[in-house]
Every structure is written in structure tokens, then in C-alpha cells.
Nanobody
Framework: VQLVESGGGLVQAGGSLRLSCAASGSIFVISTMRWYRQAPGKQRELVARITSDGAAYYADSMKDRFTISRDIAKNTLYLEIDNLKPEDTAVYYC?????????????WGQGTQVTVSL
């Protein structure tokens, strides 16, 4: 399984972004997918996760402005971020759990940089 994020960039505060994570390879053995982020000098933190059935969960501080979604047909995970704030500046990573023959394995993308300016 390969995960490739895209959609990051430099955005002004108050703007919006939609990040994408395209999955390829053994895509039929992916279950839950997640978005994490890591700000400079901070630990990586969970933003949101979504199951293969579409059930979404958000970290407490991410519930208002973040929307996770998944297009099974396109094998793509999305994260929409509204009303961006400078504190959203981070590298955003896509993560996926393996299932069936890949159960117990975990996959990561290379990350996409989001920079929010005032």
C-alpha cells in the first residue's frame, strides 16, 4: 500500500484547504484511515480518523473546522480545513491500517506541508 498526500501549500488565515491522500497498491486491504499533523517542535497528533464504513471521529480540538471524508471508488482520503489559523501550520500525514492479509500493518504517506500566514 502506498499513500501519497497532496493539496498542502501556503494559505492566508481564514482560508480553506482540501488535502488529499491517494492510496494505491493493495487498496482492498485497508481499513481505518487517519490524518495526523506535526507542527514544528511538537509531537505528531491525530486530527481525525474514518473507518471503511465511513464513520468519522475527530480529536476534541479538531471538531469545528475539520472534515474527514473518503471516496472508496477513487481510493482517496480527504481532509477539509476551514477558517485556517496560523496554529494549523504543520505537516499533515495520511495513515492507514492494513486489513485481512495486511492486518497489523500500518502505512504512512510522506506528508504535505500546510503553512498558514496572517
Amino acid at each position: 500500500v502506498q499513500l501519497v498526500e497532496s493539496g498542502g501549500g501556503l494559505v492566508q488565515a481564514g482560508g480553506s484547504l482540501r488535502l488529499s491522500c491517494a492510496a494505491s497498491g493493495s487498496i482492498f486491504v485497508i481499513s481505518t484511515m487517519r490524518w495526523y499533523r506535526q507542527a514544528p517542535g511538537k509531537q505528531r497528533e491525530l486530527v481525525a480518523r474514518i473507518t471503511s464504513d465511513g464513520a468519522a471521529y475527530y480529536a476534541d480540538s479538531m471538531k469545528d473546522r475539520f472534515t474527514i471524508s473518503r471516496d472508496i471508488a477513487k481510493n482517496t482520503l480527504y481532509l477539509e480545513i476551514d477558517n485556517l489559523k496560523p496554529e494549523d501550520t504543520a505537516v499533515y500525514y495520511c495513515n492507514a491500517d492494513g486489513a485481512r492479509s495486511l492486518r497489523g500493518k500500518e502505512f504512512w504517506g510522506q506528508g504535505t506541508q500546510v503553512t498558514v500566514s496572517l
